[in-house]
């Protein structure tokens, strides 16, 4: 029995490996490809030819990633917080789409050895011979007043004193009593281009994955992302896909030259971990902020006195204006430089020191650059044409406020009702102000949107209060018909609203 079953396989595997063969002479191809034809096999593969021979003399990038890791590695520190927290339980909510790097994930208060309770921890990174460290404010903001301690790439550990922090800029400048420390070179942010290679050094998550290295590119310049909670505070992120995680706050983004060009700061994240998303504060403004820190133990910053918004492409089509070029002054300051200077609201700032900008926070950061008594050169676009304005800058505390108004509106709602009027190429009832209105939005002008039309603007809102129409200043119904007279469907207008604070804004609307 068993012979028979041998020889019944044997024969089996001989015509296996026969018709094996035989198809193999055959050509044979899978039936789904054969059914095409033979003229059609790589119908998938395209008619392309991608020689790699082509890459053959292009250097191989690794040997400067190594380069660039081995010098800086010992110049970036890890810190450790102790004290109180200032926060309860996870700060990485899901709710929150931008996150700070907060001291190390989770941020739950938990005692140490010596009794202390440990907030958690950062990175930083060295910048002066004399153990200046610089890093991000929300690292160190919670420590108790011996609550800092620094370990270096060589595992010494040393107890840090706290110089000085500044909130509005997310920096911090920490020192070390230390000899024989590696200093980081602080190279130009102003020089980076989107696309550049960088590389991000720090202690991710734990003490664990100390000395950690990613790299990835520039994904992005001049990002406000909201983070900062100060109305002057000062965002224009450098944005990189390198791979930063909390923990890495503080800690350097490197250029491939192997300078810092950024201290790594905040994440965008659902989950509270690495999603591809990362903000490093630019170097040219650390450096200022560090300065400082060091010499006074707070930032002299200079300030111009105006409240800025970004220009779309209905406001750039009213002023005449190419698409993302300039910002628009929506407020100036009572007696600030801006005004002294002869800016005035809807103004577009164009470039400040011969820098093009098209976002507030690249006039922040310049601006930021410099102290009190500085120069600052604006040009600015008005009625059509350019022109130059030079402000001197002064301390923030100085500025003045918004001028009061009077009173001189309509007495009763009742009779503001009475008087509203649509106004077909808007898309809004209009009405006048009563007293109580003027002094609540804080002007004498003006007309409140009571209602908006199905085909109205989203912009134009019930509650706000349209002030000017192609910058003329209007009061009734009329003046604002008279000011659209010469509008046609498709024209882009500029409107002056005020919000419920008194707050001035610019907008671009479409006639209908």
Same mark, same amino acid.
């Given at each position: 029995?068993?012979?028979?079953?041998?020889?019944?396989?044997?024969?089996?595997?001989?015509?296996?490996?026969?018709?094996?063969?035989?198809?193999?002479?055959?050509?044979?191809?899978?039936?789904?490809?054969?059914?095409?034809?033979?003229?059609?096999?790589?119908?998938?593969?395209?008619?392309?030819?991608?020689?790699?021979?082509?890459?053959?003399?292009?250097?191989?990038?690794?040997?400067?990633?190594?380069?660039?890791?081995?010098?800086?590695?010992?110049?970036?520190?890890?810190?450790?917080?102790?004290?109180?927290?200032?926060?309860?339980?996870?700060?990485?909510?899901?709710?929150?789409?931008?996150?700070?790097?907060?001291?190390?994930?989770?941020?739950?208060?938990?005692?140490?050895?010596?009794?202390?309770?440990?907030?958690?921890?950062?990175?930083?990174?060295?910048?002066?011979?004399?153990?200046?460290?610089?890093?991000?404010?929300?690292?160190?903001?919670?420590?108790?007043?011996?609550?800092?301690?620094?370990?270096?790439?060589?595992?010494?550990?040393?107890?840090?004193?706290?110089?000085?922090?500044?909130?509005?800029?997310?920096?911090?400048?920490?020192?070390?009593?230390?000899?024989?420390?590696?200093?980081?070179?602080?190279?130009?942010?102003?020089?980076?281009?989107?696309?550049?290679?960088?590389?991000?050094?720090?202690?991710?998550?734990?003490?664990?994955?100390?000395?950690?290295?990613?790299?990835?590119?520039?994904?992005?310049?001049?990002?406000?992302?909201?983070?900062?909670?100060?109305?002057?505070?000062?965002?224009?992120?450098?944005?990189?896909?390198?791979?930063?995680?909390?923990?890495?706050?503080?800690?350097?983004?490197?250029?491939?030259?192997?300078?810092?060009?950024?201290?790594?700061?905040?994440?965008?994240?659902?989950?509270?971990?690495?999603?591809?998303?990362?903000?490093?504060?630019?170097?040219?403004?650390?450096?200022?902020?560090?300065?400082?820190?060091?010499?006074?133990?707070?930032?002299?910053?200079?300030?111009?006195?105006?409240?800025?918004?970004?220009?779309?492409?209905?406001?750039?089509?009213?002023?005449?204006?190419?698409?993302?070029?300039?910002?628009?002054?929506?407020?100036?300051?009572?007696?600030?430089?801006?005004?002294?200077?002869?800016?005035?609201?809807?103004?577009?700032?164009?470039? %400040? #020191?011969?820098?093009? /900008?098209? *976002?507030?926070?690249? $006039?922040?950061?310049?601006?930021?650059? &410099?102290?009190? =008594? +500085? @120069?600052?050169?604006?040009?600015?676009?008005?009625?059509?044409?350019?022109?130059?304005?030079?402000?001197?800058?002064?301390?923030?505390?100085?500025?003045?406020?918004?001028?009061?108004?009077?009173?001189?509106?309509?007495?009763?709602?009742?009779?503001?009702?009475?008087?509203?009027?649509?106004?077909?190429?808007?898309?809004?009832?209009?009405?006048?102000?009563?007293?109580?209105?003027?002094?609540?939005?804080?002007?004498?002008?003006?007309?409140?949107?009571?209602?908006?039309?199905?085909?109205?603007?989203?912009?134009?809102?019930?509650?706000?209060?349209?002030?000017? %129409? #192609?910058?003329?200043? /209007?009061? *009734?119904?009329?003046? $604002?018909?008279?000011?659209?007279?010469? &509008?046609?469907? =498709? +024209? @882009?207008?500029?409107?002056?609203?005020?919000?419920?604070?008194?707050?001035?804004?610019?907008?671009?609307?479409?006639?209908?």
């Amino acid at each position: 029995m068993k012979k028979s079953l041998f020889k019944n396989m044997t024969l089996i595997l001989t015509g296996v490996l026969i018709g094996a063969l035989f198809f193999m002479k055959m050509d044979w191809v899978p039936a789904g490809l054969a059914a095409l034809g033979d003229d059609r096999k790589t119908i998938l593969l395209g008619n392309r030819n991608f020689d790699l021979k082509q890459f053959d003399n292009i250097p191989d990038p690794s040997p400067r990633f190594r380069a660039v890791s081995k010098e800086m590695l010992p110049t970036v520190v890890y810190i450790q917080v102790s004290g109180t927290a200032k926060t309860n339980g996870n700060p990485f909510r899901n709710d929150e789409f931008f996150k700070r790097f907060f001291p190390d994930y989770p941020q739950n208060e938990q005692p140490n050895g010596g009794g202390q309770r440990v907030v958690g921890s950062g990175s930083g990174v060295i910048v002066s011979d004399e153990g200046y460290i610089l890093t991000n404010n929300h690292v160190v903001e919670s420590a108790d007043e011996d609550g800092l301690k620094v370990i270096l790439f060589d595992k010494r550990e040393f107890p840090a004193k706290l110089i000085g922090r500044d909130p509005q800029t997310d920096l911090a400048v920490i020192k070390i009593d230390a000899k024989d420390l590696e200093v980081a070179p602080l190279g130009d942010s102003d020089k980076l281009e989107v696309g550049d290679w960088v590389i991000a050094i720090g202690t991710p998550l734990s003490q664990n994955l100390s000395s950690t290295v990613t790299a990835g590119i520039i994904s992005a310049l001049g990002r406000n992302i909201g983070i900062i909670g100060d109305r002057y505070g000062i965002e224009n992120f450098i944005q990189t896909d390198a791979a930063i995680n909390p923990g890495n706050s503080g800690g350097p983004l490197i250029a491939m030259n192997g300078a810092v060009i950024g201290i790594n700061s905040a994440i965008a994240s659902s989950t509270g971990g690495y999603q591809g998303y990362g903000f490093a504060i630019p170097v040219n403004l650390a450096k200022k902020v560090a300065t400082d820190l060091i010499l006074d133990g707070k930032v002299k910053r200079g300030f111009v006195g105006v409240s800025m918004r970004e220009m779309d492409g209905t406001l750039s089509k009213a002023l005449g204006l190419a698409a993302g070029k300039g910002v628009l002054v929506q407020e100036v300051v009572a007696d600030g430089p801006a005004e002294k200077a002869g800016i005035k609201q809807g103004d577009v700032i164009l470039k %400040v #020191d011969g820098t093009d /900008v098209s *976002s507030g926070s690249q $006039v922040q950061a310049i601006v930021a650059s &410099k102290r009190p =008594g +500085d @120069a600052v050169k604006m040009v600015i676009w008005r009625d059509g044409k350019e022109s130059s304005f030079t402000l001197t800058l002064v301390e923030r505390n100085s500025l003045g406020s918004l001028a009061s108004v009077g009173e001189s509106g309509l007495d009763s709602e009742d009779e503001a009702v009475a008087q509203n009027a649509s106004v077909s190429k808007l898309g809004v009832d209009l009405r006048p102000l009563t007293k109580a209105e003027m002094t609540k939005y804080k002007t004498e002008t003006g007309l409140m949107v009571n209602k908006t039309k199905q085909n109205g603007f989203s912009d134009l809102a019930p509650g706000l209060v349209i002030v000017e %129409v #192609d910058r003329r200043e /209007v009061r *009734s119904v009329d003046d $604002v018909n008279s000011a659209l007279s010469k &509008k046609e469907k =498709g +024209d @882009a207008v500029l409107l002056k609203v005020k919000t419920p604070d008194g707050q001035a804004q610019y907008i671009g609307v479409t006639i209908l």
